[in-house]
Nanobody, 124 residues
Framework: QLQLVESGGGLVQPGGSLRLSCAAS?????IGWFRQAPGKEREGVSC????????HSTDSEKGRFTISKDNAKNTVYLQINSLKPEDTAIYYC????????????????????WGQGTQVTVSS
C-alpha cells in the first residue's frame, strides 16, 4: 500500500516561508496538498500531475503557494511564502487520480492515500 510522509511544518512568524515535503513510497499519478484548520473542512491548496508536471492551485493561493516535484525522490514540495496567521492548519498530502485531460483535482474525494499531516503554525 502506498505510504505518504509529510515533513517541514513548524512554527513560523507572519511573513515567513516554509517548504513542506511529501515523500511517497512508490510512483503516483497525482499528488495534492490539502489543509485543515480547527473547526473547518479540509480544503485543497495545490496539486500536481507527476507525469506531466502540470499544476493546479486555488485562485486565492496561486501567488503564495508553489508546488513542485522531484521524480527521482518520489517527493513533492509545497513552498509557502508570505505566511499569514490564517494559514495555520494541519497540511496533508495525498495521492490520487488524474482527470481525462490529465489534470489533477483539488477535491479530497479524488485522493485515495493520505499522509499523517504536518502542523503549520503562523504566529508572532
Amino acid at each position: 500500500q502506498l505510504q505518504l510522509v509529510e515533513s517541514g511544518g513548524g512554527l513560523v512568524q507572519p511573513g515567513g516561508s516554509l517548504r513542506l515535503s511529501c515523500a511517497a513510497s512508490g510512483p503516483t499519478n497525482a499528488i495534492g496538498w490539502f489543509r485543515q484548520a480547527p473547526g473547518k473542512e479540509r480544503e485543497g491548496v495545490s496539486c500536481i500531475s507527476i507525469s506531466s508536471g502540470s499544476t493546479h492551485s486555488t485562485d486565492s493561493e496561486k501567488g503564495r503557494f508553489t508546488i513542485s516535484k522531484d521524480n527521482a525522490k518520489n517527493t513533492v514540495y509545497l513552498q509557502i511564502n508570505s505566511l499569514k496567521p490564517e494559514d495555520t492548519a494541519i497540511y496533508y498530502c495525498a495521492a490520487g487520480v488524474l482527470g481525462v485531460l490529465g489534470r489533477c483535482f483539488l477535491s479530497p474525494s479524488a485522493y485515495d492515500y493520505w499522509g499523517q499531516g504536518t502542523q503549520v503554525t503562523v504566529s508572532s
